[in-house]
Structures are given as structure tokens and as C-alpha cells.
T-cell receptor, first 115, second 118 residues
Framework: AQSVTQLDSQVPVFEEAPVELRCNYS??????LFWYVQYPNQGLQLLLK??????LVKGINGFEAEFNKSQTSFHLRKPSVHISDTAEYFC?????????????FGSGTKLNVKP | NAGVTQTPKFQVLKTGQSMTLQCAQD?????MYWYRQDPGMGLRLIYY???????DKGEVPNGYNVSRLNKREFSLRLESAAPSQTSVYFC?????????????????FGPGTRLLVL
């Protein structure tokens, strides 16, 4: 099975500052990796995903993430955050090659952008 | 397209009562899922349906049952609600492209149902 660890439950940051949200995963097989965002009282929306190829993945709203196989990490970054980025962010993993995409989610990181 | 819709949005139950959470998607997706979200625990998979006519248990199936009524609809039933089932429930769906790798497909989420069991 797979598992995902998001060590930071909350990340406070000032507007226009850079931010990194950390995600580490564990898996005995190759994986696909995802970041989702959840705005208050809403469902989850896909930010970006890593399937194969370039380890640097760009997503919506200026976010990007880098897949590091040796460190089993998939950290999410944004060079300059906006108030509207305040939300909860979830990292997720699914096993490559399986006949069904069972996702495993991390516990989430709440990003609080302050003016 | 409405995407994934869930009803009701909110529900309060007493211990022992039963209820069914409804989910429907209009994206012609093959696979559907039910998750629960609890503070500090992220999303945990309750049940899933890889395709119409099949259902399987996820990580936390105890106390729940599901029905894949047709390709569009996937309901979650609590037969005898318990306070431990107080949570936010999300339904999701994903496509299964011909020749594609299912495990890379994005899941699309509904807005959630907030359930309080007293």
C-alpha cells in the first residue's frame, strides 16, 4: 500500500512571500502524485499532477511541484502567494500500473496567507 | 456540466437513525468513490466503484454500505448512525479512458455533505 505524509499541518505566510508545502510518500511500487486544493466549504480541486517525464510540474494559479524519487518527495511551491491562496492543500498518491486508481491522501496543510 | 453533485449538503442525525447520501455525476465517468474527511486525517476512502455494477471496500468501510445504481449515481448508506460517523463526506468520480492507465486519472470531487450524529 501507499502512504502520504504532510508534516506541516499549518503554514502561515505573508502575502507576496514564497511558500513551500512539503509532501513525502511511501510506496513499494512506482507512483503517480497529485496536489489538490480545498477552499473553505468546497470540494477538492486538482492543482497539478506528476505522471511521468519532467520532474518539475506546473499547475494552476502559479503553483509548481518537484518530484524527487530519491527523497520520495513531491513538495509544492509558489514564488509569491496571494490572499486568495488561503486554503487547505492535500497531497495524494496512486500506484502506477494498477488496474484501478485508489488514491491515498495526506492529512492536509492549511495555508494561511496574511496581508 | 454540473460535475459531481451531492445531496444533502447538511444533515443532523440521532444515534441509530439511518440515512442515504446521494451522489451523481454527469461526466460519463466509469469510477466513483466515497471518502470521509476528518480533521487532521485527510481523506479516507470508504467504498469505491471501479465501474458500473461493481463495488469494493476502501480503508474505512465499517458501518457503511453503497449502491452503484447506474453509471451516474453512487449512494452511501448509514444503516445505524453513530457519533463516530460525524464527518464531511465527499463523493468523487474519475474517467477510465480506453487504453489509458486508470491510476493516473484525476478524481473530480463533489462539494461534500456535512453530517453530524448526536
Amino acid at each position: 500500500a501507499q502512504s502520504v505524509t504532510q508534516l506541516d499541518s499549518q503554514v502561515p505566510v505573508f502575502e507576496e512571500a514564497p511558500v513551500e508545502l512539503r509532501c513525502n510518500y511511501s510506496s513499494s511500487v512506482s507512483v503517480y502524485l497529485f496536489w489538490y486544493v480545498q477552499y473553505p466549504n468546497q470540494g477538492l480541486q486538482l492543482l497539478l499532477k506528476y505522471l511521468s517525464g519532467s520532474t518539475l510540474v506546473k499547475g494552476i494559479n502559479g503553483f509548481e511541484a518537484e518530484f524527487n524519487k530519491s527523497q520520495t518527495s513531491f513538495h509544492l511551491r509558489k514564488p509569491s502567494v496571494h490572499i486568495s491562496d488561503t486554503a487547505e492543500y492535500f497531497c495524494a498518491v496512486s500506484a502506477r500500473g494498477y488496474n484501478f486508481n485508489k488514491f491515498y491522501f495526506g492529512s492536509g496543510t492549511k495555508l494561511n496567507v496574511k496581508p | 456540466n454540473a460535475g459531481v453533485t451531492q445531496t444533502p449538503k447538511f444533515q443532523v442525525l440521532k444515534t441509530g437513525q439511518s440515512m442515504t447520501l446521494q451522489c451523481a455525476q454527469d461526466m460519463n465517468h466509469n469510477s466513483m468513490y466515497w471518502y470521509r474527511q476528518d480533521p487532521g486525517m485527510g481523506l479516507r476512502l470508504i467504498y469505491y466503484s471501479a465501474s458500473e455494477g461493481t463495488t469494493d471496500k476502501g480503508e474505512v468501510p465499517n458501518g457503511y454500505n453503497v449502491s452503484r445504481l447506474n453509471k451516474r449515481e453512487f449512494s452511501l448508506r448509514l444503516e445505524s448512525a453513530a457519533p463516530s460517523q460525524t464527518s464531511v463526506y465527499f463523493c468523487a468520480s474519475s474517467p477510465r479512458h480506453r487504453g489509458g492507465q486508470p491510476s493516473q486519472e484525476t478524481q473530480y470531487f463533489g462539494p461534500g455533505t456535512r453530517l453530524l450524529v448526536l
